[in-house]
């Protein structure tokens, strides 16, 4: 199982992004999604997730400005950036919980490589 990011790149303070991030392989069941970022010198942070189901929560930095939504069918989750602001600048990680085999007893968490967005002021 692999996750795959795509999307990022430089944009200007205001403009918009759209990263998307697929799971490649064979899966029973992708649970949550979620995407996180990290910016230079900066922790990794949460900034939004999305249920199963497309209940979606966002982190108070980017509520109003990001939208993330999936395709179950196609396994991937899609995240739209708009109002791009300098502080945004990070890498972009994707993750998924993903429960492999209905054998399993437990599902796991998986993790894309990252893209970098840089907003430029």
């Known amino acids: 199982v692999q996750l795959q990011a795509s999307g990022g790149g430089l944009v200007q303070a205001g403009g918009s992004l759209n990263l998307s991030c697929t799971v490649s392989g064979s899966t029973f069941s992708i649970n949550a999604m979620s995407w996180y970022r990290q910016a230079p010198g900066k922790q990794r942070e949460l900034i939004a997730d999305?249920?199963?189901?497309?209940?979606?929560k966002y982190a108070e930095s980017v509520k109003g400005r990001f939208t993330l939504s999936r395709d179950n069918r196609k396994k991937t989750m899609f995240l739209q950036m708009k109002n791009l602001k300098p502080d945004d600048t990070a890498v972009y990680y994707c993750?998924?919980?993903?429960?492999?085999?209905?054998?399993?007893?437990?599902?796991?968490?998986?993790w894309g490589q990252g893209t970098l967005v840089t907003v430029s002021s």
């Open positions: 999305i249920t199963r189901e497309g209940i979606d």
């Open positions: 993750a998924a919980n993903i429960w492999v085999d209905p054998v399993d007893t437990v599902s796991k968490d998986y």
